[in-house]
């Protein structure tokens, strides 16, 4: 019994080989793109946490108002608790090409030994190694935000004129995350240029790695003991940073962006593995007398079940060996994509042996448990049931007052269910991708809502009020000054991930700001300790006193409200309130609203604003457009959303061809249905308009399905990303296009798909449709 039936299998891929290419085609698809996040999740987790580590990171850095010399830095390395010391200095400045092109962000970091770095490393891309005297490196991924890197660049510290600097060359710095994302550039001098620039030439960064430490709690207690030693012999430690333990900056995107890979890279495996039993369902609709014959000679339902199990198994078999290729090329162009967008060294690009071995099971495994419901319902008819089979089925009397369309499609509840599973399935997912996109998109729209400005300069000094300027319509003098929840600052070496300041709202409140609230309420003016935080209260609560320290002084706050911030992490708190804690009346935070109508007008207005505030001894510290802090924004969530979008089409490729093979088994299953109705005088244009109505029925209820799951699918993506360290959370924002064009995709593509068959079928005579099956 076994050779014919084996003979009957290649009988049967040979009679059915376009159909059986269609399921090799939609399995290798999903199986490439599974393996290939796969292959990319293994090797860049493991490269981005080599790549960081192997930049030596501090666990924490202690500013000392006094500086750092060599004695103290001798005396600090000598500590048992202490791996590794080193001293540093970052200074916020601004650089920009030519005189008359506008400033941009740059964080400058001061060594005194190029060749004796011990932590934060960097190291020589191009150029001299050390810089010389009076010249700059900047981190390479900087070369394309500055537009060029040579041969000199107009830098300006806090304290310092603007002045030609030299660019000696570029360096990487795994530690920093992609200059070009953060839009401001990192550039690294020895000490002799600090003093040049206009700043005293004292480092006053003491970087510490610990010794037996294994969380963030852990570096809190060793650096706090540390700070404490050091007061002790009179050095002043104005604060204390500490950022996650030994991890990438952009760590919580990267983790996000894999996430959303995985979990659709794995639906899409399911998908496809859907068209498969679609597809193997209309094989074996097909065979229903044939299984029957085989039965009546002695072939058992088991038998008969390992037959077509062993023949989904090939197919799978087939489907891995050419998904790895494609796997293979496909994962080492993510990589090195997301290498760069990461700016990490890739040490390793081996993938490991674990990921074809998981890819191979999963492609023979996952589609065979898929495929075993229709397989075991196809194998377990009796022979009386399978020449008994005439392909029509009736509608019971319940559903006689659906439309003709849908009762049609109901008679059979089996074969509608599994297209409307594959459907439901397909449409679902790709309305969740494109709605995800939306809402990740929609994250930097966040910004504007809020804010009523288009300006933001921060200055180093305090002044006593707004320089008038043409060109603004509105301006409020607000006070900010760097500050630490409790008495550590969560920031990187750059300051700019993690980092909080304490603002203090103008005397008679804002109208520019108006945040989101999330809980409890805005400030009143009689709040003179109330706070209400930003995107640095997710662990607070309404109520709760909790510690703020401003310039090394612990000052004690009330929690009354929680505000959504995007794009900074600040804690509000009245005129009153901030002179408390600080002692400053003064104006550090200008928030401007503008009549520009373009970048260049803006960028106008800001150079006459800096002239009158440097004509009053200000220096600005940064000026950040709102539309530059959208695209700093939108840039971080790119690698996210271009995940979204690469899985929104597969996605709608392997739909797509569920979607021909689902509607070409209705047909296939119905041909003796076609020749009864033939006989009591249907004609073929009858026929086909009944079959491409029912096709478009099921479309549409699929569609309704789909339109309906792709809400709280979304909203769960959403929650998942959002937990899995993202930089803000996403709103629901629904993809309206992608909402009304797949339904009308699905409608019109089952229609379609249904009309080639339904016509050979319908032009069919009665003998040879009776003979079909």
């Given at each position: 019994m076994a050779r014919p039936r084996w003979r009957k299998l290649v009988g049967d891929l040979r009679a059915a080989w376009g159909r059986v290419l269609v399921m090799q085609i939609a399995i290798a698809i999903a199986l490439a793109g599974v393996g290939t996040v796969l292959a990319a999740r293994a090797v860049l987790g493991r490269e981005i946490v080599a790549s960081y580590r192997a930049t030596a990171p501090a666990d924490a850095t202690l500013e000392l108002a006094d500086g750092v010399d060599a004695e103290l830095l001798a005396a600090v390395r000598a500590r048992p608790e202490v791996a590794a010391a080193d001293r540093r200095q970052m200074i916020r400045a601004r650089i920009k090409a030519q005189t008359d092109?506008?400033?941009?962000?740059?964080?400058?970091?001061?060594?005194?030994?190029?060749?004796?770095?011990?932590?934060?490393?960097?190291?020589?891309?191009?150029?001299?190694?050390?810089?010389?005297?009076?010249?700059?490196?900047?981190?390479?991924?900087?070369?394309?935000?500055?537009?060029?890197?040579?041969?000199?660049?107009?830098?300006?510290?806090?304290?310092?004129?603007?002045?030609?600097?030299?660019?000696?060359?570029?360096?990487?710095?795994?530690?920093?995350?992609?200059?070009?994302?953060?839009?401001?550039?990192?550039?690294?001098?020895?000490?002799?240029?600090?003093?040049?620039?206009?700043?005293?030439?004292?480092?006053?960064?003491?970087?510490?790695?610990?010794?037996?430490?294994?969380?963030?709690?852990?570096?809190?207690?060793?650096?706090?003991?540390?700070?404490?030693?050091?007061?002790?012999?009179?050095?002043?430690?104005?604060?204390?940073?500490?950022?996650?333990?030994?991890?990438?900056?952009?760590?919580?995107?990267?983790?996000?962006?894999?996430?959303?890979?995985?979990?659709?890279?794995?639906?899409?495996?399911?998908?496809?593995?859907?068209?498969?039993?679609?597809?193997?369902?209309?094989i074996l609709a097909r065979q229903t007398r044939e299984i029957g014959v085989m039965k009546a000679v002695g072939a058992s339902t088991r038998q008969l079940a390992a037959l077509y199990g062993a023949f989904v198994v090939g197919l799978g078999a087939i489907a891995v060996a050419v998904a790895v290729p494609l796997a293979y090329f496909a994962a080492h162009a993510m990589i090195d994509k997301i290498a760069f967008m990461m700016n990490i060294t890739l040490a390793d690009s081996v993938i490991p042996v674990r990921v074809y071995v998981t890819l191979a099971l999963l492609g023979m495994l996952v589609p065979l448990a898929i495929a075993a419901i229709p397989i075991l319902r196809a194998t377990r008819v009796t022979v009386r049931e399978s020449f008994a089979s005439h392909g029509a089925a009736f509608a019971r009397p319940a559903l006689a007052r659906l439309p003709v369309p849908l009762r049609n499609a109901l008679r059979r509840p089996g074969r509608l269910a599994l297209t409307i599973a594959l459907l439901v399935i397909g449409g679902s997912l790709v309305l969740t991708a494109s709605n995800l996109q939306r809402s990740l998109m929609a994250i930097s729209s966040k910004i504007e809502v809020a804010r009523s400005y288009d300006?933001?300069?921060?200055?180093?000094?305090?002044?006593?009020?707004?320089?008038?300027?043409?060109?603004?319509?509105?301006?409020?003098?607000?006070?900010?000054?760097?500050?630490?929840?409790?008495?550590?600052?969560?920031?990187?070496?750059?300051?700019?991930?993690?980092?909080?300041?304490?603002?203090?709202?103008?005397p008679g409140g804002t109208t520019l700001v108006q945040f989101p609230l999330k809980a409890g309420r805005w400030l009143v003016p009689g709040d003179v300790d109330g706070v209400v935080l930003g995107s640095h209260g997710r662990t607070a609560q309404i109520g709760e006193r909790i510690t703020i320290a401003v310039a090394g002084k612990p000052t004690t706050w009330t929690v009354v409200g929680l505000v959504e911030e995007i794009g900074g992490g600040s804690a509000f708190v009245t005129h009153a309130g901030y002179v408390r804690a600080t002692g400053d009346t003064g104006t550090s935070l200008l928030r401007i609203a503008t009549a520009a109508r373009s970048d260049a007008e803006r960028a106008a207005i800001l150079a006459e604003l800096e002239t009158a505030l440097a004509a009053r001894g200000a220096a600005v510290r940064y000026a950040m457009p709102t539309p530059l802090l959208r695209s700093i924004i939108d840039d971080h969530v790119a690698l996210v959303v271009r995940a979204v979008i690469l899985m929104a089409a597969l996605l709608a490729l392997v739909g797509l061809i569920g979607l021909g093979s689902a509607m070409a088994i209705n047909v296939a299953e119905r041909t003796r249905e076609i020749a009864i109705m033939k006989t009591i005088g249907a004609s073929d244009r009858r026929l086909v308009s009944i079959i491409i109505g029912e096709a478009a029925a099921v479309g549409a209820l699929a569609a309704v399905i789909a339109i309906t799951l792709s809400v709280p699918l979304t909203l769960a993506v959403i929650a998942k990303i959002s937990a899995n360290g993202f930089l803000a959370n996403p709103p629901l924002t629904l993809s309206y296009g992608a909402l009304v064009v797949w339904p009308l995709i699905l409608i019109a593509g089952a229609a379609l798909a249904s009309l080639l068959p339904a016509r050979r079928a319908a032009r069919l005579t009665v003998a040879s449709a009776i003979a079909e099956i």
């Open positions: 092109a506008p400033w941009q962000m740059l964080v400058l970091f001061v060594a005194d030994d190029f060749n004796a770095l011990t932590l934060n490393t960097f190291r020589p891309d191009t150029g001299a190694w050390p810089p010389p005297r009076g010249s700059i490196l900047v981190e390479r991924t900087a070369v394309a935000l500055m537009g060029r890197t040579g041969p000199t660049m107009i830098v300006q510290t806090p304290h310092g004129a603007p002045m030609p600097i030299a660019i000696a060359g570029t360096v990487h710095d795994a530690g920093q995350a992609p200059n070009w994302q953060e839009h401001r550039g990192c550039a690294y001098a020895t000490i002799d240029t600090l003093g040049l620039l206009g700043e005293k030439p004292v480092l006053h960064d003491l970087l510490v790695q610990f010794r037996d430490v294994n969380s963030v709690a852990d570096v809190d207690a060793q650096a706090r003991a540390l700070a404490s030693w050091l007061r002790e012999r009179g050095h002043d430690v104005h604060e204390i940073r500490v950022p996650k333990l030994r991890q990438h900056p952009h760590q919580g995107l990267m983790n996000a962006s894999q996430l959303v890979l995985l979990m659709f890279t794995i639906l899409l495996l399911v998908l496809a593995a859907i068209v498969l039993a679609t597809i193997l369902a209309t300006l933001e300069v921060r200055l180093d000094e305090s002044i006593d009020a707004v320089p008038h300027v043409a060109g603004v319509r509105a301006a409020e003098a607000w006070s900010a000054m760097d500050a630490a929840r409790g008495d550590i600052v969560r920031t990187y070496p750059d300051g700019g991930h993690g980092s909080f300041t304490l603002a203090g709202l103008p």
